[in-house]
C-alpha cells in the first residue's frame, strides 16, 4: 500500500487544520492507521491511530481533546482533524499503515507500522 498525506501548512495558534492521508492499494480489515509527527532536532513521535474496521482511536495525551482521527472506508482516507493547534504542534506529520494483525506492543510504536507514506508539513505560528 502507497499512502499520501496532505493537508498541512501555516496556521496562526489556536487555529485548525485537517490532514488526510490517502491510501493506494488495499486497506484490510484489520490494519490500522497512524499518524506520527517529527518536530525539528526531535524524534518522530505518535500521534494518533484508528482500527479501519472497528474505528477505535488511540491519542497521545499530548493531543487528546484537540486531535481527531477518522476513516472514510470508501474512500481509503484517514483524517487527523486538528483543532486548538499550539506551536509545540509544527512538526511534519505522517501516516502510516499496520498491516500485522499479530502485533501485540501498543499502538504508539513506531516498529508497529510496516508502511509509512511522505510527510506533510504543518507549522503554527504564535
Known amino acids: 500500500v502507497q499512502l499520501q498525506a496532505s493537508g498541512g501548512g501555516l496556521v496562526q495558534a489556536g487555529g485548525s487544520l485537517r490532514l488526510a492521508c490517502v491510501a493506494s492499494?488495499?486497506?484490510?480489515?484489520?490494519?490500522?492507521m497512524g499518524w506520527s509527527r517529527q518536530a525539528p532536532g526531535k524524534e518522530r513521535e505518535f500521534v494518533a491511530a484508528i482500527k479501519w474496521r472497528s474505528g477505535a482511536r488511540y491519542y497521545a495525551d499530548s493531543v487528546k481533546g484537540r486531535f481527531t482521527v477518522s476513516r472514510v472506508n470508501v474512500e481509503n482516507t484517514v483524517y487527523l482533524q486538528m483543532n486548538s493547534l499550539k506551536p509545540e504542534d509544527t512538526a511534519v506529520y505522517y501516516c502510516?499503515?499496520?498491516?500485522?494483525?499479530?502485533?501485540?506492543?501498543?499502538?504508539?510504536?513506531?516498529?508497529?507500522?510496516?508502511?509509512w507514506g511522505r510527510g506533510t508539513e504543518v507549522t503554527v505560528s504564535s
Open positions: 492499494g488495499t486497506i484490510y480489515s484489520s490494519d490500522v
Open positions: 502510516s499503515a499496520d498491516r500485522d494483525p499479530s502485533y501485540s506492543g501498543t499502538y504508539s510504536e513506531a516498529q508497529r507500522y510496516d508502511y
